[in-house]
Each structure stands twice: as C-alpha cells, then as structure tokens.
C-alpha cells in the first residue's frame, strides 16, 4: 500500500480541515485564505468556490505570492482570486462584514521558507478578531495551529485561549487533538459562527 492510500491520510489535519471546508463552501462562495503559503489551501477553495465564487488570499512574502499564483494558474481554468501581500490582521481592509462563507488559517511558516517568518501571536489574534466580524452566520473559520520546533508555543497558546473565551451563544468551537501522538502533533480547530 502506497503512502498516500493509507487510511491515517484521511485524519491529517489538512484533511481533517478540508472535510469542514467542504461543508460549509460552495459554487458562488466567498472565501479567505489568511495565510496563503504555498497556495494549497487557496486552490482548494478556489475549486469548491467555482467560477462563481471568489477567494482572497494574504501573505507577506513575495515567494508566496508567486508560488500560489503559479498554482493556480496552473489548476483553474478560471480565475476566482485575489492574491493579496499583505498581512492577514488588515483583512477587514479587503472584505465586509459579514459577507465570508469561510475563513482558512494554516499557522507557522512557509514550507520550505525561512522559518523565522511566522505567523505571531499578537496578528493572528488580531486576524482572528476581523474573521469573526467577516464571517457570515453559519460560516467557517478554519484552523491548521502548529506549534513546537521553530514555532514554539506562545501563538498555540494565545489561539486556543482566545477561542475558549468565544460567546458560546454566539460562536461553537471545535478543537481536535492527536492525542497519542508525538512531538507536539498539529491541532485541527473549527469555528463556525452561530449568530
């Protein structure tokens, strides 16, 4: 059996993340990439988007930028996006209120990248603080948190507190862990706004 067809593939967190995606996106969505990187998950909701729909993606890297627009337009024979340099904590710069179907974090650094440029504690709270405004009801903030390594544990942590504080009347909060695995395994965590 081949790597990619093993059954673990399917509970990855970027799968894991994907499956919510999938339910809550659809042709004619409007979507954010708040951390584009390599431009996986902007393709992603670019496809399940459709022609129809529209997709912005931030960054601050150039290499990033460019790596997501050759993938794309490598992929889609349409073109649905936006890619934007800029940090994710402006977003409300390039959206209104409540107009986002789904709202896509992937925390840490760009594969492959320089590891010393990393989402930070203080712009993803910031980030996430716009997502919520954005988000429409009944819409998904997505979230892929690493921490440990590089990245050590001060964005993880500030993350899950700001989560667990969310008005349970207004927001539900999922957080999954892999529990039995080690070296500070990534935490998949769903948001979807109720009100």
């Known amino acids: 059996m081949k790597k990619e067809d093993m059954p673990g593939k399917y509970y990855q967190t970027t799968a894991w993340c994907r499956r919510m995606m999938r339910e809550h996106v659809q042709e004619g ?26 997709v912005l993606a931030f960054d601050i890297q ?9 993938r794309l337009e490598k992929n889609l024979p349409y073109r649905n996006y936006e890619l934007i340099l800029d940090s ?33 504690p203080e712009t993803t709270i910031e980030a996430l603080r716009q997502s919520l405004a954005l ?9 892929c948190i ?17 989560l667990r504080n969310l008005d349970s009347g207004d927001y ?11 070296n500070n395994p990534p935490i998949p965590a769903a948001v979807v706004r109720i009100r």
């Open 172 to 182: 539900l909060v999922l957080v999954t862990e892999y529990y039995n695995r080690p």
């Open 29 to 54: 969505s409007f979507c954010i990439d708040a951390t584009m990187g390599n431009g996986h998950d902007t393709l992603y909701l670019c496809e399940l988007a459709g022609e129809q729909g529209h």
């Open 88 to 120: 994710h904590s402006h977003m409300e710069q390039y959206a209104a209120a409540g107009s986002a179907d789904c709202i896509v974090f992937n925390l840490g650094y760009l594969p492959a990248g320089d590891h010393s440029i990393a989402t930070k």
């Open 146 to 162: 690493y921490s440990g390594g590089d990245s050590g544990f001060e964005e993880k942590d500030a993350v899950l507190a700001y």
């Open 62 to 70: 150039e290499a990033a930028i460019s790596q997501t627009r050759e």
């Open 135 to 143: 988000l429409k009801p009944g819409g998904l903030i997505s979230l």
